[in-house]
């Protein structure tokens, strides 16, 4: 028998920040578990649930284009956050921020209840998004193509509002939101979930222990997004300016030399000087070069790394809170897939956080090379600095403002702003190395509830 159509009603179904739900699918997308939270939420039993499509909660308002970049990720075997708007089983909504991880036997997906001012941006692109689609489908029949230009629309917008690409998007959307709900349950004076003490679940009070300490040390290392999301930011605002300093300053050099050609005898010192601008210019751009060439892979890191941290710390508290749930059971209801779907989360944390680890040295190598290289610019651009004030020397020395005075105006204005955008970059990068040292004095501990963690899921079968 078909199953009814479910009407959707715009009324949402609440439920409170300090809830996080997930549920975990196979490769195909059936649901195979679903905590208390999820059930409760989407309005559905475990076992209407269980062996259904994830689409059976998919709200009409959602643009298919968002799916499809979900899927596109997942079987590229990568890691994806998005905003969703769900239906629940009484025809009203609910949106959430979801992270999906592929695992060896599927994809876990955890969400959180949205609260950042991401949010409201999100919600107006999915709208306008979801209209395109459907002009787009109705003008051509052709639903992949509306979901390509719906997609289109997706990331110009995001491109429009700063974001590079949608990883970026996802790392900032993700960290946000992580800030904003932790903000939120500060101010309410939210405590957690409390330990259990019950005699005979120790397996289970182990691992909430680990997970309680992984969530710790997770949570001063999310403290470092703030340094690391400023680097990227200036990493991306500085490039093109850095990239076009060395040919700017070599133009200049050469109009100063044809200058000075036109002064015949007289401009024989001149034109020395805009020989020796050109050739440090030219010296400046093999360094220059090489530090363009750091910039775009140390921001895909830094996107890369914020992402981990952040989803880390949200797996963190998904397997604390349910390994707390079930501690507090009788041990003899847990059934088999409770069990098996407890070790799918913390095998995906420890993974996790090993990848955080890893991501880290990576992290801290390529911003030592990076500050040697901006270290290397400032070397040049002192010593451009003092040619180009030789320069306005000579300039003045001919009486009243000549092309050769007004060129090494110019060449003066390139020289500062490289200096400044090169004393930013020492400086965020400085804070992010900073935080990296910082990083490597509780690496050990981080490690140590790694393996305290993956033991501990050894000891929780019924």
Known sequence: MAKTAIVPINEERSFEPQELFFSLTDRKGVIRYGNEVFTRISGYSEEELIGEPHNIIRHPDMPRAVFKLLWDYLEAGKSIAAYVKNLAKDGRYYWVLATVTPTPTGYLSIRLKPSSPLFDAAQAVYKKALEVEKEVERETGNRKMAMARSLEFIVGQLRASGFDSYDHFMSEALSLEITSREKWLRDMGYQGSQRSERPGDSGLVRLVNSCDVLSGLLTSVFSSLDAFKRLGSELAGKYEMIQELAPSLQFLALNAR???????DKGVVQAAVADALGGKSKQAETCIVRLVDRMAPLKSILEEQVYNIAVARFESEVAHAFATELSRADASSYAPLVIESLGEVVQELAERCRQVVAGMHSLGGETEL???????????????????????????????????????DEASRYIEVGRKDCDVLLDVLSASAEKIEGFEQFESDLRLGIASLQQSIGGTSA
Not at 258 to 264: C, E, K, T, V, Y
Not at 386 to 401: F, R
């Open 258 to 264: 044809m200058a000075a050609s036109r002064l015949g």
């Open 370 to 408: 990076t500050h040697r290289d901006v270290q290397s610019l400032i070397g040049y651009i002192v010593e451009m600095k003092a040619i180009q004030l030789n320069g306005k020397i000579e300039a003045a020395s001919g009486g009243g403002k000549n092309d050769f005075s007004v060129i090494f």
